[in-house]
């Protein structure tokens, strides 16, 4: 397997001089195409930061960061624009809806920027909102979901996309643990038959679970990566039944 | 792109209808304010123009001068010498392109019929008169040459007569009117022209020269002044040198002395007093501006307390993948079909207020394009100014810093 990204001794300091304050400090890692990592650590370890930035979202302070093989420091703002459309889903870890905007018109918002036409993003959202189970939301605004449909219907606006990697930061955060595991198999599978590449940020060992590498952070640095045959094996053995 | 730009701008402007509407509010009055005002004073500048063409086409008036002006001492306080009837006669054969030439003198005198009074201005003058002042009949016909030379007791009296003294009966050709001390017979009404800047114009009985003269001025009265009507507009000029020329001669006025008479022109009088107007028209226009200057303020307040929510979503848009000039542009039609329909809904709006306030004051109406245009123009660069510079802050933040903002 190729790596999809490259982190090389990242850093991220936020504030200057006295107050400076270094959320990141020198990350390494390395992610392959099609892997399925989560991302744990203790709150304020910096993993929104490190995802971020991954996300083009946000540059490092000092290090490089690759993204297949092209330096994301070299490229200007339209290109990294274009490198998150054409590329990146993103499950914001507060949401991040439109405002007095329905369901269905936040989740067409990527595919509007990837000029689909209409007829085309309207059947791909609905179909994105019946796989995180919201069918018949489709004209409710935020304003009119609970927390867990708002986390829902983030997770169909990153996934409608099919995108090459998906972001998600804290995606099940909300959900009951029924719900969560739902969303766990739904990206699991995305990740298996789509070939998403997908990097999950959980704070809860069963949601880790699913994935095939858990990366944990401490204090701004990978301090643990390790990969769970055991969940591979679990996935492999569910392949299996699947065929 | 611009298509869905468009439509995606409209469906904000739907969504958040109650911010567009006050957004909007401020250009509506502005632009309402300023358009009705500048064209009620346009109407009334040119109601003011029509009143004085309506005084007679092509016309000149020659007065004597108030105060005879020449080096001091010379004439001491004697007035200048009166128009005489010769004076008439050498105008009408001396200057070429003249249609007509009318003395005047006017005498207020009381007239009577049927047992009522009305005080009213007795003029007397020529059969030249009624061409020379565009006068129209209502019925019976105007006097000849030969009624006016010989001084018969005939008149022809104005619509503001036939109203007040006959009221709502027929024509009062043929019935007789009490002037003074004396009657004479109606032979004609005069049709309406209405209000002029110097008062009621349908308000005068007109007689023959020689009749008002002999009867209520006494001989020694004198022309009070003299109409030329100039048979076309461009000799207008020519004919106002040489008339001056002729009166100078007449009048024996030595080369150092000032002329002793004035020779006014319609137009002159037309563009004196509807510059007055215009300066009004300018002052409400002003004022009204005033007005679309503060609904610009306005919009300028929505769009900054709507900035937060509006940060947001740049960086939701952004993060997702729109690029800095979408959004922008998505911004920028936003406003501008805010500002657009703003100024369109102040046009519609004034053009209502200002054809009911012109009926109401009976002024003409004319829709004006140029500051239909210029006050559209305004609210639009308004509305895109206000509408469009927070958002092109925003949009230059890092995506992240543009969610986090708060
Ligand atoms: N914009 C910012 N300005 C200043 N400090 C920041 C900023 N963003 C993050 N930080 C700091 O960086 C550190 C890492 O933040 P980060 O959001 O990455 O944590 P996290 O691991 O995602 O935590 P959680 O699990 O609570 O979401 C925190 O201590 C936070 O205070
Ligand atoms: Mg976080």
């Not at chain 2, 309402?32 to 004073?41: D, E, N």
Request: aromatic share 6%; net charge negative; hydrophobic share 45%.
């Amino acid at each position: 397997m190729s790596a999809l990204l490259e982190f090389s001794g990242v850093t991220k300091s936020y504030g200057q001089g006295d107050v400076a304050f270094q959320a990141l400090r020198g990350v390494d890692l390395k992610v392959n195409e099609g892997d399925f990592v989560a991302v744990m650590g203790p709150s304020g370890s910096g993993k929104s930061t490190v995802m971020n930035i991954i996300g083009c979202l946000d540059v490092p302070t000092t290090g490089s960061y690759r993204f297949r093989d092209v330096c994301i420091e070299d490229l200007s703002r339209n290109e990294r624009a274009l490198l998150r459309r054409h590329f990146l889903g993103f499950v914001f870890q507060g949401f991040n809806l439109l405002a007095r905007t329905s369901a269905q018109e936040n989740v067409e918002l990527p595919l509007l920027y990837r000029g689909e036409p209409a007829d085309v993003r309207a059947a791909a959202a609905k179909r994105a909102l019946a796989q995180v189970g919201l069918a018949g939301w489709e004209h409710h605004t935020p304003a009119e979901l609970s927390g867990g449909q708002q986390q829902r219907v983030a997770i169909a606006r990153a996934i409608v996309t099919n995108p090459t990697l998906l972001l998600a930061d804290e995606p099940t955060g909300n959900l009951d643990t029924r719900r969560s595991h739902e969303i766990m198999e739904l990206l699991a599978s995305l990740n298996r038959n789509n070939g998403i590449t997908v990097l999950m940020v959980t704070h809860e060992e069963d949601m880790a679970a699913y994935a095939r590498r858990v990366v944990h952070f401490v204090d701004g640095l990978v301090a643990r990566d390790e990969v769970q045959e055991q969940a591979a094996g679990r996935l492999q053995e569910r392949d299996h039944a699947v065929e | 792109m611009l298509w869905s730009s468009l439509l995606l701008a409209v469906r904000e402007v739907r969504r958040n209808i109650l911010r567009s509407f006050l957004t909007v509010l401020g250009i509506v009055i502005g632009v309402s304010a300023v358009i009705t005002m500048v064209t009620l004073g346009n109407g009334a500048t040119e109601s003011v123009r029509q009143q004085v063409e309506n005084l007679g086409s092509n016309l000149l008036m020659l007065r004597q001068a108030r105060f005879r002006r020449g080096p001091p001492g010379s004439a001491g306080a004697s007035g200048p010498p009166p128009f005489k009837l010769s004076d008439v006669d050498a105008i009408r054969e001396r200057i070429p392109g003249i249609a007509a030439v009318a003395p005047e003198i006017e005498v207020n005198s009381t007239v009577v019929a049927y047992a009522k009074n009305w005080s009213t201005e007795v003029v007397g003058t020529t059969a030249d008169y009624f061409l020379a002042g565009s006068w129209e009949l209502a019925a019976g016909r105007f006097f000849n040459e030969q009624e006016a030379n010989s001084g018969a007791t005939l008149c022809v009296i104005g619509e503001t007569i036939r109203k007040e003294l006959y009221g709502t009966t027929a024509m009062p050709v043929g019935e007789s009117l009490r002037v003074k001390n004396f009657s004479c017979e109606i032979i004609g009404v005069l049709k309406s022209k209405g209000q002029a800047p110097m008062g009621d114009q349908d308000d005068k009985v007109v007689m023959p020269l020689g009749a008002v003269q002999r009867r209520l001025a006494g001989s020694r009265r004198s022309i009070s002044d003299i109409m030329i009507s100039v048979a076309s507009a461009e000799q207008i000029d020519t004919v106002k040198l040489q008339l001056t020329a002729l009166m100078r001669e007449r009048r024996r006025l030595a080369a150092n002395e000032d002329d002793d008479f004035n020779v006014l022109d319609t137009r002159q009088i037309a563009d004196t007093l509807s510059g007055t107007t215009q300066v009004l028209t300018g002052l409400l226009g002003a004022v009204a501006s005033v007005s679309l200057l503060v609904g610009g303020i306005g919009i300028m307040n929505i769009m900054l307390v709507s900035v937060t929510e509006r940060t947001r979503e740049i960086g939701i848009r952004l993060a997702i993948g729109a690029l800095e000039r979408e959004v922008l542009l998505q911004f920028l039609i936003e406003a501008v079909v805010l500002a657009a329909l703003g100024g369109l809904l102040g046009i519609l709006i004034a053009t209502i207020a200002s054809v009911t306030l012109a009926a109401l004051m009976g002024l003409p109406y004319h829709f004006d394009v140029g500051i239909n245009l210029i006050s559209f123009l305004f609210s639009a660069g308004i509305g895109v100014l206000f509408g469009y510079m927070p958002a092109r802050r925003a949009a230059q933040l890092d995506p992240i810093d543009a969610l986090r903002h708060e």
